[in-house]
């Protein structure tokens, strides 16, 4: 916004012709169907092969229409699969506790905590119990948030077969 390039300016027409195109889709849900949020992570461990970081992603669905969704390279290397489905589920966990706030403000209150399914069961095994801590005690502090989480209820991690 200070210094705007002709870089700038081609994002913003490609920006615009993308939602021209897109203005007749749409979410769809269905009346009197119960709409709760539900959560998917996945990460694929050493997917780059230059750098060997991982790319996880996430995605939300309220009823049958997707909401939010994230798709990216994580900024570290991670030293075991658990550890990358576990920081792809930490990054779900604070996206998840974004959009109940959002839903909260929007007088549609979620009752019971957010499922989130994940393919990892180490990694859930994790979030709920730290007995594997001489194992993954390389996981940075901030991860363990997901824990904390987790013993709140307001989110609740479940197997997912890939």
């Not at 991982?54 to 939010?68: C, E, H, I, K, Q």
């Amino acid at each position: 916004m200070e210094s705007p390039a002709e870089i700038h300016l081609l994002a913003t027409k490609r920006i615009l012709r993308y939602l021209q195109g897109t203005k007749d889709f749409g979410l769809f849900y269905k009346q009197g169907e119960k709409s709760s949020l539900l959560g998917f992570a996945d990460s694929d461990y050493a997917g780059d092969q230059d750098d060997r970081k991982n790319t996880s992603g996430y995605v939300f669905m309220l009823g049958t229409g997707a909401v939010s969704w994230s798709s990216r390279k994580q900024k570290i290397v991670t030293l075991s699969s658990t550890e990358a489905e576990f920081i792809v589920a930490t990054a779900c966990a604070c996206q998840a506790v974004w959009l109940r706030r959002i839903l909260v403000e929007l007088q549609f209150k979620q009752e019971r905590a957010t499922t989130i399914f994940c393919d990892n069961n180490s990694a859930i095994k994790l979030s709920k119990n730290p007995v594997l801590h001489g194992r993954s005690k390389h996981i940075d502090v901030k991860y363990y948030f997901l824990r904390d989480l987790n013993d709140e209820g307001a989110i609740e991690l479940k197997y997912c077969r890939s």
